[in-house]
């Protein structure tokens, strides 16, 4: 069968799209859904249920529609969730509105596209200008569509550290994948945990341990130490101020202008705020040198500012840390060696540069969200073999135009072809979190809902 539209991917990005070709297509319009995710719509960030793993936006930025702000703090409040707008719900309850708001347009027969969810994940994809894209699916099935939209997301980073630097003897310790829960209950009340990155993954993973009995004291390892700012308590939150942007287009100037603001008196964490709206428009405005630049000198900074976590979730993690279950070190992974006693972990302490070493039972990989390009996805790398994509200046992911349309090697707009999410960094950087993605979202299936009609 060919469909008009093929969404392939199964996490919010692929749930957004989908419900707004829903809303935006005819009855007689088709769509193909392809995921690999059991809990469509929910991926990585939405499908846990434990109660600690909090959205680090408020409740009244989540709605899945920019023109409709206040319709998952409506959701909550139908499901007796004792969460205002600016409080922050679990993340399961956000899958789960997910659900519920996919669920409602489905039911409506008559008036629906036709949708069909498929359960397999594509492995590669030919142009063929007839039939649109065609794409092979690891169920051994081929799915023909007119227009594409790419929601794969990017998968998760791999240890930060060679192959050789690992005893073999170890691998079993390791958790290379936080997201596979059950790791979970393999660890024992007592093990010492070393967690390798300090940013929200670390803090969800220590929570989730804690709910599930362990009592054992953590080791958290990352390059810098920094830890995610939270945000204050709903009636101490600034109101977001406006950045004095200057006419230079230059990391360093850019920062000295946002320094002088908060030494005038600007709350840091309101110029963050008001940074947000500006920020896609901004980093388009900068040079490839100085988006390097931002990523080699400013990546750590930034994410520890702009990404907070709820109140709740901080004083929680900070009285582990008063207590002395959770020690946190800032240096440099050299080594995992099998210990007398499960693994010892080598590093160089930073500044000092002295090496230091402790044991540990587990070591589990927070380090977060690959930043790989293409490299992470073999349907990508299958793509891009037959120049059908091409990867973005900085290796982010995808070469995408304004419109999200995905750039062939020659820089030439694919027909029908777009991609949503965080694949699509190199062009708008901030647009890994759901106030943005929703935004693109909606675009993107407002341009194939066009393309349909003419
Ligand atoms: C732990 C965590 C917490 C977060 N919390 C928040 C928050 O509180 N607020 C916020 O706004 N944002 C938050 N985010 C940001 C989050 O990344 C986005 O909100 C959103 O979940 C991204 O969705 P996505 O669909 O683009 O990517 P993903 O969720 O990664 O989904 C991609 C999906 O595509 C599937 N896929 C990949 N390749 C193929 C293929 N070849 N064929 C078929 N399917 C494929 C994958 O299996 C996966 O299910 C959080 C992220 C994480 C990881």
Redesign the pocket.
Known sequence: MLYDVAV???????IAVTINLLRLLPASASIAV????PGFGR????RTEFYVH????PAGR?SLFPEKPDDFVEWLGEHMRQVSADGFAS?GDYGLYLRDRLASLLRDHERRPKVDFVK????DCVHCSEAGLVFHLDNGAELRARSVVL????GNADLPLAAGKIDAGVEGSIVRNP?RLRWLSKVDPSDTVCILGSG??MI?QVLALRVHGHRGRFRVLSRRGLLPHPHPPADRRAPAVEPELGSSREISALLAGFRKQVRNGTDWRGLMDGLRPVTQKLWQELTKEQRSRFLRHGLAWWNVHRHRIAPEIASRFEALRRDGIVTVHAGFLEMIQEGPRGAVVAYRERQSHRPRSFHTDWIVNCTG?ERAGVAH???LCEMQRQGLISPDELGLGLSVDKDSRVLDLKKQPQPGLYA???LTAGQFWEI????D?RVQAQDVASAVAATLRA
Do not use: E, Q
Request: some cysteine.
């Open positions: 392939v991917g199964s996490g919010f990005s692929a392809v995921g690999d995710d991926g990585t960030a939405y909090r959205l680090n936006v989540m993340r397999a994940k594509a492995t929601c794969l997301g990017i997201w929200l993954t969800d969200m996805s073999p349907l949503v999410g965080a890994t979190a759901v106030p993605i």
